[in-house]
C-alpha cells in the first residue's frame, strides 16, 4: 500500500514536473514575514471539543490532545487526492514535524494534530497505520497525532463548531470515500483558543512558525508602563476651560436648528438626476403616513432599553446622518462599537447593509441596531414591542399607517425602512455636469479630478459610474489593509483618548485598561461567511455626500478626504489578502487636490431638505 507520505511527498515533486503553479505551502515564500513580537494574533474564538479516538481505540476528549502551549489542528481523509487539500496540510505537518525534532523549545511548545471526518473508512486501526507512515524508522518520538471519531455523530458537532463544510459525493466506487470541503488548519494557543486560521492560499510552514514564536515572544515581553506624554489635564488643572488649547472642529452640532418639514413622498418618487429608481419592496410600498411613523420611531429614544438612546444619537441629520465627532460610534451607557456609523443618506438605494453586508433588506437591518447590547440594548423583539404599546400616541399612528392600532415586529421594521428610503440626497453639481451636459457645473479643477478618478487612481473600478446614474459603489467587499493592520498591532504602552470634538489626550495605557473593555476583534466580512478569505473585507460604500459624511472607512481611522486619498496613494496596507486592485498610484501634489475637489462636487443639494425635515420630526414624550 502506497504510504499518506509518499503521495503528499510526491504532489510536492510533481507540481514543478507538471508546470503547474504549486499552492504556497508546496514551494518556498516570496516576501517576508514580519519580525516575531511585532504583531498581535487575536482569538478568533475558542476551539471545540468532543469525544474523539486515538490510533488504539482509545476513547480521548479533542482538548486532553492539546497537551502542549500551542496545537496544529487539521482535519483530513486519508483518501483524498485532492493536491489542494488533505495531502496539501499533511505535507506541511510533516515539514513542521521535522522543524520540531531539531528543535528542543518547539518540542516542549508544539503539537500537531490530524483529525479524519471519515469515521467509516478512518477507522483507529487506519489511522495508526497511517501515523505509523510518517514516523521514521526506530522513532519513538511522537509530536503528531492522527485522530478519528467513532461515527458521524460524534463527528458533526465538532465539524460544526470548527466552521468546517464538510459534503460526502456519492461514488460507484463504495469502498472509496469523497468529500467535498474546504481546507482549513488552526493554530490554537494553551487557553483553548483559536489565533490563527490557514487556507490553500496562505498554508504554509514558515507562516505558521512565525506565528507561533510570535505568541512566544508576545507572552515573554514585558513592557514598563510610563507616561510618555503628560499632555492630559492635571486635577483641577480646568483654567478657563478649552480655550487655552488648540483645536478645529468641523461640528456642526451647535449651529442653531432650524426646521422646516418637507413631504417625503414626494421628495423620494420625484426622479433625481444620476439616480436609479428606488428599490421599494413589493410588501412595503412607501405611504406618507407609514413615512411620519418611521420618521417619529427614528428620532424616539424610548426605542432604547432604559430610554436615553435613539437612532438618531448615531446617525445624526446635521452630521451627514452618521457622526463627524466620532470615529466608531458609541452606543448605549458609553459603550463602544466597533465601526464608524455609516450614512443613512441614499441607503434606500442599497441592495447589503452594514459594513460587513450581512442585511440584504432595510426591513431586516432596523433590528441589529435595536437589540445589539452596545447599541440601543433592547434585550428582545418583544419587548420594544411591549413598550410601544403602552405609549398611547402610537397606538394612533400604527391606526394612521396600517388601518389597525396593532403594532408588531414587521410594522415596526416597515416604519422605520420606509422614512430611511426617503433620506435621498441628489441633485450635485457632478449629476448636473456628467448626467444633463450642463459644462459650468463644475470647475476646471474638479473636471481634472474626474479623470484622474476614472484613469490613474482607478477609483472608478470599485466606486463605478453607470451610463444613466451612478451610486459610486459597486457594493462588492474589498481588503484595504486597514482591518488587518488594526487586529494585528502590538498596543502601545501609551493611547490617545478623545475627551472632546478636536482634542485627543495620551495617557497610560495602564490607567485606560482600569476603565474600559477589550477592543473587540473585528473581521469583516469573515464573521458572516466564516470564509479566511473574507478576513478584514468591508463593503465598499458610495461617494455620494462624502464631503459631509467624515470620518472614513470602517472604522473611521481616516478623518480627511486628503488621508483617505494618501492612504491609497500609498497603496493600502500590505497584506496577504490585500485587494489586488491596490497598489500605489504615484499622485502628485495638484492631482491629489484635483481628485479632492472632484469628490467634494458629489454632495447633493438636496441635502439642506432632508436635514431641515429631520429637524422638524418630533420627539418622544416620556409621558
Given amino acids: 500500500m ?49 469525544e474523539v479516538l486515538t490510533g488504539d481505540g482509545e476513547s480521548i476528549r ?44 518547539l518540542e516542549k511548545k508544539l503539537k500537531l494534530i490530524s483529525l479524519s471526518f471519515d469515521p467509516v473508512f478512518d477507522t483507529p486501526e487506519m489511522i495508526k497505520l497511517y501515523e505509523n507512515g510518517f514516523k521514521k524508522k526506530g522513532e519513538a518520538k511522537n509530536h503528531w497525532d ?50 490563527n486560521i490557514y487556507n490553500v492560499d496562505f498554508l504554509h510552514k514558515d507562516m505558521i512558525l512565525n506565528d507561533v514564536r510570535n505568541l512566544i515572544e508576545s507572552g515573554n515581553s514585558k513592557r514598563q508602563l510610563a507616561i510618555k506624554d503628560k499632555s492630559y489635564l492635571e486635577p483641577g488643572d480646568y483654567r478657563s476651560g478649552y480655550e487655552n488649547y488648540s483645536f478645529k472642529t468641523r461640528s456642526k452640532s451647535v449651529e442653531q436648528r432650524v426646521g422646516n418639514q418637507i413631504d417625503l413622498m414626494i421628495h423620494a418618487k420625484k426622479k433625481h438626476l444620476g439616480y436609479p429608481s428606488l428599490n421599494v419592496p413589493t410588501k412595503n410600498q412607501l405611504t406618507k403616513d407609514k413615512v411620519h411613523l418611521g420618521r417619529t420611531l427614528f428620532f424616539d429614544r424610548r426605542l432604547s432599553l ?59 437591518q432596523i433590528w441589529g441596531p435595536l437589540l445589539a447590547k452596545n447599541e440601543m440594548a433592547n434585550p428582545s423583539i418583544g419587548f420594544v414591542i411591549n413598550k410601544l404599546k403602552n405609549i398611547d400616541k402610537y397606538k394612533v399612528l400604527f391606526k394612521e399607517a396600517f388601518g389597525d392600532a396593532e403594532i408588531t415586529m414587521l410594522r415596526v421594521s416597515d416604519s422605520l425602512a420606509s422614512y430611511q428610503r426617503t433620506l435621498i440626497a441628489g441633485s450635485s453639481r457632478f449629476d448636473r455636469w456628467y448626467f444633463d451636459n450642463s459644462e459650468d457645473a463644475l470647475s476646471d479643477s ?53 475627551v472632546a470634538p478636536g482634542i485627543t ?53 481616516l478623518g480627511t478626504l486628503e488621508e483617505v486619498i494618501d492612504f491609497y496613494d500609498n497603496g493600502g496596507i500590505a497584506n496577504p489578502l490585500l485587494d489586488p486592485l491596490i497598489k500605489p498610484l504615484g499622485l ?13 462636487s458629489l454632495t447633493g443639494d438636496d441635502v439642506s431638505l432632508v436635514v431641515a425635515d429631520a429637524f422638524s420630526a418630533p420627539i418622544g414624550d416620556p409621558k
Fill in 2 to 50: 502506497t504510504s499518506f507520505r509518499t503521495l503528499v511527498l510526491g504532489f510536492f515533486i510533481l507540481y514543478p514536473l507538471l508546470g503547474v503553479s504549486a499552492p504556497i505551502g508546496y514551494g518556498k515564500l516570496t516576501y517576508q514575514l514580519p519580525e516575531p513580537g511585532s504583531y498581535d494574533l487575536p482569538s478568533l474564538g475558542l476551539a471545540a471539543d468532543g
Fill in 62 to 105: 479533542l482538548h486532553s490532545a492539546f497537551d502542549k502551549e500551542f496545537t496544529v489542528l487539521a482535519f483530513i481523509y486519508s483518501s483524498c487526492n485532492d493536491e489542494d487539500g488533505c495531502p496539501l496540510s499533511s505535507y506541511v505537518l510533516y515539514q513542521l514535524k521535522n522543524e520540531i525534532d531539531r528543535n528542543q523549545e
Fill in 146 to 195: 492522527f485522530l478519528t471519531t467513532r461515527n458521524e455523530r460524534k463527528l458533526e458537532p465538532i465539524l460544526k463548531a470548527y466552521g468546517q463544510d464538510v459534503q460526502r459525493i456519492e461514488t460507484s466506487d463504495k469502498k472509496v470515500s469523497v468529500f467535498s470541503h474546504i481546507l482549513r488548519v488552526y493554530l490554537i494557543d494553551k487557553e483553548k483558543n483559536i489565533r
Fill in 306 to 364: 432604559n430610554d436615553t438612546f435613539s437612532c438618531a444619537m448615531c446617525h445624526i441629520p446635521e452630521q451627514g446622518f452618521t457622526s463627524n465627532e466620532m470615529a466608531t460610534a458609541v452606543g448605549f451607557e458609553g459603550r463602544s462599537v466597533k465601526r464608524n456609523a455609516p450614512t443613512l443618506l441614499n441607503v434606500g438605494f442599497a441592495k447589503k447593509f452594514f459594513h460587513d453586508g450581512r442585511e440584504d433588506s432595510l426591513e431586516n
Fill in 446 to 498: 474638479e473636471k481634472e479630478g474626474f479623470k484622474i478618478f476614472t484613469g490613474k487612481a482607478g477609483c472608478s473600478s470599485c466606486h463605478v459610474i453607470g451610463t444613466s446614474d451612478a451610486l459610486f459603489t459597486d457594493e462588492s467587499y474589498r481588503n484595504t489593509g486597514l482591518g488587518y493592520s488594526r487586529a494585528m498591532q502590538v498596543e502601545d504602552d501609551v493611547v490617545p483618548v478623545q
Fill in 505 to 557: 489626550v495620551n495617557v497610560d495605557k495602564s490607567i485606560v485598561d482600569q476603565v474600559s473593555e477589550d477592543m473587540e476583534v473585528d473581521l469583516g466580512r469573515y464573521e458572516v461567511t466564516q470564509d479566511p478569505n473574507d478576513r478584514w473585507f468591508y463593503k465598499t460604500p458610495s461617494l455620494r455626500n462624502i464631503q459631509l459624511t467624515y470620518p472614513y472607512m470602517h472604522d473611521g481611522s
Fill in 588 to 600: 502628485t501634489k495638484e492631482e491629489k487636490q484635483q481628485l479632492v475637489d472632484f469628490l467634494e
